[in-house]
T-cell receptor, first 114, second 113 residues
Framework: NAGVTQTPKFRVLKTGQSMTLLCAQDMNHEYMYWYRQDPGMGLRLIHYSVGEGTTAKGEVPDGYNVSRLKKQNFLLGLESAAPSQTSVYFC?????????????FGPGTRLTVL | EDQVTQSPEALRLQEGESSSLNCSYTVSGLRGLFWYRQDPGKGPEFLFTLYSAGEEKEKERLKATLTKKESFLHITAPKPEDSATYLCAVRLNYGGSQGNLIFGKGTKLSVKP
């Protein structure tokens, strides 16, 4: 049981390049999330999904797109990377019962945009 | 505006010196309050969830408590391995963003031997 995994762990991009971050979970969770973490800013929600085939915008969605084609995977795409997108990206997943809604996080992807 | 504020930003303790971390929140409706631990270069690790004022939960040297306006994470006789950043987050019970968390900026705890 690996929990939440993220690929890649590190990446360096040039301004204007594109890339996709992959998140996978093996806990059969319905909900999945993408966050970014910047110094002094805390974790901020980019996009989230409440089930296979669904996506929704979070607090800071501009410049990112997501897809949830399979229940276990949640992809985050950057179509044209900008230096402002330099950050650490975390994926999380959760199951939603009345008192079982804890989000479990992956190890993160450190992205640098030059 | 919904806000979560953690204090202090950083805390240095000697091994065995007990203390508390604070998480205050101003939200219209609280669904749950979460505490996470984050080690450098790693993802947040879940510690506790609290749902109602007066609730308390314990794990080893950590004890989390909740009131209507704030939560405390009490650390009793800390050890160097307790050094980490502790994050607080609240889940709201209204709006379309079901399940979404609002995070504080964290408290960086350093425990010296």
């Amino acid at each position: 049981n690996a929990g939440v995994t993220q690929t890649p762990k590190f990446r360096v991009l040039k301004t204007g390049q594109s890339m996709t971050l992959l998140c996978a979970q093996d806990m059969n969770h319905e909900y999945m999330y993408w966050y970014r973490q910047d110094p002094g800013m805390g974790l901020r929600l980019i996009h989230y999904s409440v089930g296979e085939g669904t996506t929704a915008k979070g607090e800071v969605p501009d410049g990112y797109n997501v897809s949830r084609l399979k229940k276990q995977n949640f992809l985050l795409g950057l179509e044209s990377a900008a230096p402002s997108q330099t950050s650490v990206y975390f994926c999380a997943s959760s199951y939603h019962g009345q008192f079982t809604d804890t989000q479990y996080f992956g190890p993160g992807t450190r992205l640098t945009v030059l | 505006e919904d806000q979560v504020t953690q204090s202090p930003e950083a805390l240095r303790l000697q091994e065995g010196e007990s203390s508390s971390l604070n998480c205050s929140y101003t939200v219209s409706g609280l669904r749950g309050l979460f505490w996470y631990r984050q080690d450098p270069g790693k993802g947040p690790e879940f510690l506790f969830t609290l749902y109602s004022a007066g609730e308390e939960k314990e794990k080893e040297r950590l004890k989390a408590t909740l009131t209507k306006k704030e939560s405390f994470l009490h650390i009793t006789a800390p050890k160097p391995e307790d050094s980490a950043t502790y994050l607080c987050a609240v889940r709201l019970n209204y709006g379309g963003s079901q399940g979404n968390l609002i995070f504080g900026k964290g408290t960086k705890l350093s425990v010296k031997p």
